[in-house]
T-cell receptor, first 109, second 114 residues
């Protein structure tokens, strides 16, 4: 069965303090790994899709990387508005996307 | 703004009742999936519809059912509601069924079962 594990479950950073969120996965035949941001009471907002090991994508202060067993979401010099839950998800077949439990990030001014 | 709209945004039902949730997918997207997200958990896949046919199902009982219409909008129906059905229900749309295609989520429908 596909498994996605995110760590840490919660992370508290000072504004400007860079860090990384981890997503480790156990799947057979990865077709895509997704990162989403979710604000309280809202639906997930798409950030990145990664397809193969070695791939990297960037958007503003966020950079996502992928290896054969895990993905990292690096946050450089975070701001309070980056506070949210970050969800990692994997897709193997044509239908189901399996999500992790998420990392709740709080950035303190 | 993803272009995926859901209604209603919030509702309260009594155990044993039935509920219908609605979703309009992003323009041109013919694939719609539904997810259940309990508090503090990641979204769980319920099922997917592609061109009006159920195309895959997660580990949910038959009392969870759906429909997709010719304009690709969709409904999620839940019968015989249980307290554990209380959750955020998310609709997601994508262009075609191709694995790895970007999946866009709506803001969700909050269901409380009392």
């Amino acid at each position: 069965e596909d498994q996605v594990t995110q760590s840490p479950e919660a992370l508290r950073l000072q504004e400007g303090e860079s860090s990384s969120l981890n997503c480790s996965y156990t799947v057979s035949g990865l077709r895509g790994l997704f990162w989403y941001r979710q604000d309280p009471g809202k639906g997930p907002e798409f950030l990145f899709t990664l397809y193969s090991a070695g791939e990297e994508k960037e958007k503003e202060r966020l950079k996502a990387t992928l290896t054969k067993k895990e993905s990292f979401l690096h946050i450089t010099a975070p701001k309070p508005e980056d506070s949210a839950t970050y969800l990692c998800a994997v897709q193997v077949g044509y239908q189901k996307v399996t999500f992790g439990i998420g990392t709740k990030l709080q950035v303190i001014p | 703004e993803t272009g995926v709209t859901q209604s209603p945004t919030h509702l309260i039902k009594t155990r044993g009742q039935q509920v219908t949730l609605r979703c309009s997918s992003q323009s041109g997207h013919n694939t719609v999936s539904w997810y259940q997200q309990a508090l503090g958990q990641g979204p769980q896949f319920i099922f997917q519809y592609y061109r009006e046919e159920e195309n895959g199902r997660g580990n949910f009982p038959p009392r969870f059912s759906g429909l997709q219409f010719p304009n690709y909008s969709s409904e999620l129906n839940v019968n015989a509601l249980e307290l554990d059905d209380s959750a955020l229900y998310l609709c997601a749309s994508s262009l075609e069924v191709t694995p790895g295609n970007t999946i866009y989520f709506g803001e969700g429908s909050w269901l409380t079962v009392v």
